[in-house]
């Protein structure tokens, strides 16, 4: 009864500081000597958006426990994903709202980082992906001047190493919790299987991970193909379309204003055709079994129901193999790969203060459980 009674507290609270509080939104840019083949060596900005109350960060409160950084996916920048400009779904003013000091990344490519020169080249798009703009901006396909990917995933563990460090430093903490989603799992998680010391618990929301992953990069890199990719807004459209399982799953209206933050985010891409988002095209490696069964950080693994995108068997293997001792595996009903902005976010919202704050789902600190059913 009071494992119950714990959690439904911590449903009040939250229900309670999103009445009452409000939120900042600010910017910071961490320099980086990138790592990405595009900009080997290069300084690259990297975009760290926050979302904190005033009084979090001004009292000079300790926040051991509160920062929390937030990491995309293979397209979507993660001030798009996480802090969606619809009330109630934004999960980074959600977790603010009650004291979290919040913070989200864009990896070198993405969003309002720096992006390499050659993703301004749209023969560096691949051959099928150039034939959208065909005859609007191109009489037919073209070569690349630059046809490898444009990023890799240890380039992606080195951006999100010089911001946890930047974070440590300017909050005062040794570690930091971490939520990612889709190809933000090997982002995150990778980088917490190598620096354990300064992360602290991490959820993460229809992770992409490949249980027999090579441990090693590609025999070339940078790899050869497509240096990134493109995503329209009827593509966007597609992809969720494919994905619906319940009556009312979503409401359009947050669609559209993602769609719009999505174009906000680059405004480059914005001007090709009707408008594109653009994402580097990045080699993965490595977060497979071996790492995984070694990994002891405390996760929340959220797997949606009807993800056409990330395999919940997937998810469930990363489940079965992780070594952690407190994990949780949730099943989430009547969602998609973009559970964050349909109708049960709340339950994952909820969920993950709770995993965050107390290292508990429902009471619970290791198991499965089925919600929003």
């Given at each position: 009864?009071r494992?119950i009674?714990?959690?439904l507290?911590?449903l009040?609270?939250?229900?309670?500081?999103?009445a009452?509080?409000?939120?900042?939104s600010?910017?910071h840019y961490?320099?980086?000597?990138?790592?990405?083949p595009?900009?080997?060596?290069q300084?690259a900005?990297?975009?760290?958006r926050?979302r904190?109350?005033?009084?979090?960060?001004l009292?000079?409160?300790?926040l051991?426990?509160?920062v929390?950084?937030?990491i995309?996916g293979a397209?979507?920048?993660?001030?798009?994903?996480?802090?969606?400009p619809?009330?109630?779904y934004?999960w980074m003013?959600?977790?603010?709202?009650v004291?979290?000091d919040?913070?989200?990344?864009?990896?070198t490519g993405?969003?309002?980082s720096?992006?390499?020169?050659?993703?301004?080249?749209?023969?560096?798009?691949?051959a099928?992906?150039?034939?959208?703009?065909?005859?609007?901006l191109?009489?037919?396909?073209c070569?690349?001047?630059?046809?490898?990917?444009?990023t890799?995933?240890?380039?992606d563990?080195?951006?999100?190493d010089?911001v946890?460090?930047?974070?440590?430093?300017i909050?005062g903490?040794?570690?930091?919790?971490?939520v990612?989603?889709s190809l933000?799992?090997p982002?995150?998680?990778?980088?917490?299987?190598?620096h354990p010391e300064?992360?602290d618990r991490?959820v993460?929301?229809?992770?992409?991970?490949g249980?027999?992953?090579s441990?090693?990069?590609?025999?070339s890199?940078?790899?050869?193909?497509?240096a990134?990719?493109?995503?329209?807004?009827q593509?966007?459209?597609n992809?969720?379309?494919r994905?619906?399982?319940c009556?009312?799953?979503y409401d359009?209206?947050v669609?559209d204003a993602?769609?719009?933050?999505?174009?906000?985010s680059d405004p480059?891409?914005a001007?090709?055709?009707t408008?594109?988002?653009?994402?580097?095209?990045t080699?993965v490696?490595?977060?497979n079994?071996?790492v995984?069964?070694?990994t002891?950080t405390p996760?929340?693994i959220?797997?949606?129901?009807?993800?056409?995108?990330v395999?919940?068997?997937?998810?469930?293997?990363?489940?079965?193999?992780?070594?952690?001792?407190?994990k949780i595996?949730l099943?989430?009903?009547?969602?998609?790969h973009n559970?964050?902005w349909?109708?049960?976010?709340?339950?994952l919202?909820?969920?993950?203060?709770?995993?965050?704050?107390q290292?508990t789902?429902d009471?619970?600190?290791s198991?499965e459980?089925?919600?929003?059913?």
């Amino acid at each position: 009864m009071r494992k119950i009674t714990s959690a439904l507290l911590f449903l009040f609270v939250a229900q309670l500081g999103l009445a009452q509080k409000e939120v900042l939104s600010l910017d910071h840019y961490v320099a980086n000597v990138s790592k990405a083949p595009a900009m080997q060596d290069q300084v690259a900005q990297i975009y760290v958006r926050e979302r904190t109350q005033a009084s979090t960060t001004l009292r000079g409160d300790n926040l051991d426990g509160r920062v929390v950084l937030f990491i995309h996916g293979a397209g979507t920048p993660a001030e798009v994903a996480f802090d969606v400009p619809v009330e109630g779904y934004s999960w980074m003013a959600y977790l603010a709202n009650v004291g979290y000091d919040t913070f989200s990344m864009d990896t070198t490519g993405y969003g309002r980082s720096t992006r390499p020169a050659a993703m301004n080249d749209i023969c560096n798009l691949s051959a099928s992906q150039q034939a959208a703009f065909i005859p609007t901006l191109l009489d037919e396909t073209c070569e690349p001047s630059y046809p490898f990917a444009a990023t890799t995933i240890e380039s992606d563990w080195d951006d999100i190493d010089a911001v946890v460090d930047y974070l440590r430093e300017i909050r005062g903490v040794d570690k930091v919790h971490m939520v990612a989603w889709s190809l933000g799992g090997p982002r995150a998680a990778g980088y917490a299987a190598q620096h354990p010391e300064k992360v602290d618990r991490i959820v993460l929301l229809a992770p992409a991970y490949g249980r027999d992953r090579s441990a090693n990069p590609p025999d070339s890199i940078p790899a050869p193909g497509a240096a990134f990719t493109k995503q329209s807004r009827q593509d966007f459209s597609n992809n969720w379309g494919r994905q619906i399982g319940c009556e009312n799953q979503y409401d359009p209206a947050v669609s559209d204003a993602v769609w719009q933050a999505m174009l906000d985010s680059d405004p480059v891409g914005a001007t090709w055709g009707t408008g594109v988002r653009r994402a580097p095209r990045t080699s993965v490696w490595g977060w497979n079994k071996d790492v995984v069964a070694q990994t002891h950080t405390p996760m929340l693994i959220v797997s949606p129901v009807h993800d056409a995108q990330v395999p919940p068997s997937s998810v469930r293997n990363l489940y079965e193999d992780l070594g952690a001792e407190e994990k949780i595996l949730l099943d989430l009903a009547c969602s998609s790969h973009n559970a964050m902005w349909e109708t049960n976010h709340e339950i994952l919202f909820n969920s993950t203060l709770q995993w965050l704050g107390q290292g508990t789902v429902d009471g619970m600190k290791s198991g499965e459980l089925r919600k929003g059913y």
